[in-house]
């Protein structure tokens, strides 16, 4: 028995120094995280613990491999001015030349440098965000969400990476555009899928039209797009599954993937 159980950890130490070397040689992510900050009520610290909680995960995908880096921007009324609020790109301390040389206790060390080091720069972004979080939503006369605009900043941001960079765009938001050069879904609010669906294919005609960068190197083809929503109060209500489908229909026709918790 007792040479199982020591059988066990070795080949879960074996594991870890595979997926430590294997971190070293993968093409780096490249991540947008929009946070939507022109809700009418700041979020309570309870709905600030549930969007955290969803985004652990998340991070922890687009946030392991060295120069893996994400960029921190609003979604406000004034989304289109691209204020970065931070930018993180991980560095970890690399494996020695010799790691293979070493023997298994040293191999050990080194690989939980690099876990430490990963681990610590993840919750720091996860701080900052939390921070992002608990800031007070734009309020008064300049009041709006201005979503359209990120499809221009990530496309900005993208197209100036390389092609081998896997490229994600994250938002914590409700989707819902309201601005006087888009669209006010507020004033007047999706009424069917049929209408999303047509409003969605015209939407991204007009975007590539307004913005040359989302047709000149199709920046976001290939994009992994994902929306964690961050209050309950809309899940389930028709108008948010409107709302879902006309996102997806734009995104679908710039050629990116597209998926809405």
Known sequence: MKAYILLFFYLIFI????HAE???????????????????????????????????PVISQCFEHPKDQVEVYF?????????LVSRFVLQLPPLPEHFQELD???????????????????????????????????KGAQA???????LRISAELFGAVDSSVTRRVLYVSDMVENTPNSRNF?????????????????????????????????????????VIHPRNLLEGKRSQTYVYRYWQTIFQKLEADFDME
């Not at 979604?75 to 289109?80: E, K, Y």
């Not at 709006?144 to 990120?150: E, I, N, P």
């Not at 004033?187 to 989302?214: F, H, I, N, Y």
Request: hydrophobic residues 35%; aromatic residues 4%.
């Open 104 to 138: 298994e206790r040293q191999q050990g060390r080194e690989v939980q440098k690099q876990n430490t080091a990963l681990q610590t720069q993840r919750e720091l972004l996860l701080g900052i965000i939390k921070k992002a979080l608990s800031l007070p939503p734009t």
């Open 15 to 18: 594991v870890a120094c595979q």
């Open 22 to 56: 294997h971190r070293s040689a993968v093409a780096p992510n490249f991540t947008a995280l929009f946070i939507d900050r022109s809700d009418d009520e700041p979020f309570t610290q309870e709905q600030q613990g549930r969007i955290l909680q969803k985004l652990r």
């Open 75 to 83: 979604i406000s009324p004034a989304t289109g001015s691209k204020e």
């Open 186 to 226: 507020y004033k007047t609010p999706l009424q069917s899928e049929q209408e999303a669906v047509e409003m969605g294919q015209q939407d991204a005609a007009r975007m590539v039209d307004r913005w040359a960068v989302l047709k000149a190197n199709k920046a976001l083809k290939g994009a992994s797009v994902k």
């Open 144 to 150: 709006g969400s201005d979503v359209w605009s990120t």
